[in-house]
Nanobody
Framework: QVQLVESGGGLVQAGGSLRLSCAAS????????MGWFRQAPGKEREFVAA????????YYADSVKGRFTISRDNGKNTVYLHMNSLQPEDTAVYYC?????????????????WGQGTQVTVSS
């Protein structure tokens, strides 16, 4: 079993920055991709960003391109989401997820493991 633990959420003013971390642990961890999703109250969970573990190819939702950056540290089995120029519409619970098979990275149903989520609140 793989465990994913997110950290780094919090309250920030519009225009500010946060860095989310997702540490993976458990059985020998290997993933084909890891991603970040978010869910705002009353809305469906939506794709934010993903990274292919072996190639570091990254993917982003249009709404965060140019503002968010996903990165990974193989040695620490950790993926990061650097969020800049945050806006109130970025307010949501952010979830880390991992795939252990090759699949599309933008669909939540294609992920095998999920973290518990971390709240990000952006005030105007």
């Amino acid at each position: 079993q793989v465990q994913l633990v997110e950290s780094g959420g919090g309250l920030v003013q519009a225009g500010g920055s946060l860095r989310l971390s997702c540490a993976a642990s458990g059985r020998t961890f290997s993933a084909y991709a890891m991603g970040w999703f978010r869910q705002a109250p009353g809305k469906e969970r939506e794709f934010v960003a993903a990274i292919r573990w072996s190639t570091s190819i990254t993917y982003y939702a249009d709404s965060v391109k140019g503002r968010f950056t996903i990165s990974r540290d193989n040695g620490k089995n950790t993926v990061y989401l650097h969020m800049n120029s945050l806006q109130p519409e970025d307010t949501a619970v952010y979830y880390c997820a991992a795939q252990n098979t090759i699949a599309g990275v933008t669909t939540a149903a294609r992920y095998d493991y999920w973290g518990q989520g971390t709240q990000v609140t952006v005030s105007s």
